[in-house]
């Protein structure tokens, strides 16, 4: 069974700029998560999605948004991008709610110049 | 303010040494206690702990969830240097609060 994916793996942009970014979870997770990680640190929570509502968000600013797909499948999208914004974007499923394990994915790594 | 804290950030043994590693957290709803190994890229999942299952086994690797004390120990025994990597503790609910982790070194 394919594990969570994510797309694309690597993305430089300049400041200002605006970037998507996919997920697709593990076959029958119905939840998404999506985590920032900057080099030093642990993850950290942006958002949480299940049933395609939003169940969950961290401490990030109005330019992140994220949205998820009838197929369970996940965006976060970034607006003016800053270069704070520059880390590895991690996109985890699992099967629901609560008390579930989170797989993650391979991850995106995001520069901004 | 919900934290994790990892302990210590940093450890490095030889080969065949048994190590402890800590988490202590403070968040607002607790379900479970996660542990994950990171080497190059995504998290890799090691253990879950709950109310309801505070003491894990796999391996060489054990990890035991206190509730009373809000902790959590993850051992290893007989180390690798196949086991270097940096430990993550992760706590809570819909939002999971992750520890900095800890960096292990394993020297051969």
């Known amino acids: 069974d394919a594990g969570v994916t994510q797309s694309p793996t690597h993305l430089i942009k300049t400041r200002g700029q605006h970037v998507t970014l996919r997920c697709s979870p593990i076959?029958?997770?119905?939840?998404v998560s999506w985590y920032q990680q900057v080099l030093g640190q642990g993850p950290q929570f942006i958002f949480q999605?299940?049933?395609?509502?939003?169940?969950g968000r961290g401490n990030f600013p109005d330019r992140f948004s994220a949205r998820q797909f009838p197929n369970y499948s996940s965006e976060l999208n970034v607006n003016a991008l800053l270069l704070g914004d520059s880390a590895l974007y991690l996109c985890?499923?699992?099967?629901?709610?609560?008390?579930?394990?989170?797989?993650f994915g391979p991850g995106t790594r995001l520069t901004v110049l | 303010e919900d934290k994790v804290v990892q302990s210590p950030l940093s450890l490095v043994v030889h080969e065949g040494d048994t190590v402890t590693l800590n988490c202590s957290y403070e968040?607002?709803?607790?379900?479970?206690l996660l542990w994950y190994k990171q080497e190059k890229k995504a998290p890799t999942f090691l253990f879950m702990l709950?109310?309801?299952?505070i003491e894990k086994k796999s391996g060489r690797l054990s990890s035991i969830l206190d509730k009373k004390e809000l902790s959590s120990i993850l051992n290893i025994t007989a180390t690798q240097t196949g086991d270097s990597a940096i430990y993550l503790c992760?706590?809570?609910?819909?939002?999971?609060?992750f520890g900095k982790g800890t960096r292990l070194h394993i020297l051969p």
């Open positions: 709950t109310s309801s299952g």
């Open positions: 999605y299940y049933e395609k509502e939003e169940r």
């Open positions: 992760a706590v809570g609910d819909d939002k999971i609060i």
């Open positions: 968040v607002t709803n607790f379900r479970s």
């Open positions: 985890a499923s699992s099967l629901g709610r609560g008390v579930y394990t989170q797989y």
């Open positions: 076959s029958g997770h119905k939840s």
